[in-house]
């Protein structure tokens, strides 16, 4: 039982390069979402998904594209990188009825240049 | 979902109790307390949820008020490894409010 697994753990890019950053959970959790943390700052909401085939926005959706074609499986994709997308991402998962009881990943720091 | 206050920081003696404040005066009678930690560089990790009793498992001690307006987290012995940010965070739980917002927590430092 891995729980939410994130990869890849770091990762650089260009500005106006694209990459997708992968997240997959084996707790047959409904629940999953992405969030985004800047330095001193707490965790920035950006796209959520309550089952396959459903996402829906957070508080910082702009940049970023989310799909969710399996229950396990929630990539973010930005499609064109700015700099003012280098933060730490996080994955967190959950059963439906216990949002409340999120299980994060280890995170990816992502660094646009 | 209703806006918390916590302090920015706060230091504790190793061994001692760390008893963390969380203000709520706006909750409404359907939102729930969650408390979360982050400790550096990793994923928050849940910690313990109450709606209006006291609540205690084996990480932490939740005291709610009577009139829901504040909270205390309660690690009874703190040790270093609980030097982390706690986040305390209101949401009710009704369907199609999926979101659990956090805020800018409070950095506990816990000192040898």
């Known amino acids: 039982n891995a729980g939410v697994t994130q990869t890849p753990k770091f990762q650089v890019l260009k500005t106006g390069q694209s990459m997708t950053l992968q997240c997959a959970q084996d707790?047959?959790?409904?629940?999953m979402s992405w969030y985004r943390q800047d330095p001193g700052m707490g965790l920035r909401l950006i796209h959520y998904?309550?089952?396959?085939?459903?996402?829906d926005q957070g508080e910082v959706p702009n940049g970023y594209n989310v799909s969710r074609s399996t229950t396990e499986d929630f990539p973010l994709r930005l499609l064109s990188a700015a700099p003012s997308q280098t933060s730490v991402y996080f994955c967190?998962?959950?059963?439906?009825?216990?949002?409340?009881?999120?299980?994060f990943g280890s995170g990816t720091q992502l660094s646009v240049l | 979902d209703a806006k918390t206050t916590q302090p920015t920081s706060m230091d504790c003696a190793e061994g001692r109790a760390a008893n963390l404040p969380c203000n709520h005066s706006?909750?409404?009678?359907?939102?729930?307390v969650y408390w979360y930690r982050q400790i550096h560089s990793q994923g928050p990790q849940y910690i313990i949820h109450?709606?209006?009793n006291n609540e205690t498992n084996e990480m932490a001690s939740l005291i709610i008020t009577e009139d829901r307006k504040s909270s205390t987290l309660i690690l009874p012995h703190a040790t270093l490894r609980d030097t982390a940010v706690y986040y305390c965070?209101?949401?009710?739980?009704?369907?199609?409010?999926?979101?659990?917002?956090f805020g800018t927590g409070t950095r506990l430092t816990i000192i040898p």
């Open positions: 967190a998962s959950s059963y439906l009825d216990r949002v409340e009881k999120l299980f």
């Open positions: 707790m047959n959790h409904e629940y």
């Open positions: 998904s309550v089952g396959a085939g459903i996402t």
């Open positions: 706006t909750i409404s009678g359907n939102e729930y």
């Open positions: 109450g709606l209006k």
């Open positions: 965070i209101v949401r009710a739980t009704n369907f199609g409010n999926e979101k659990l917002t």
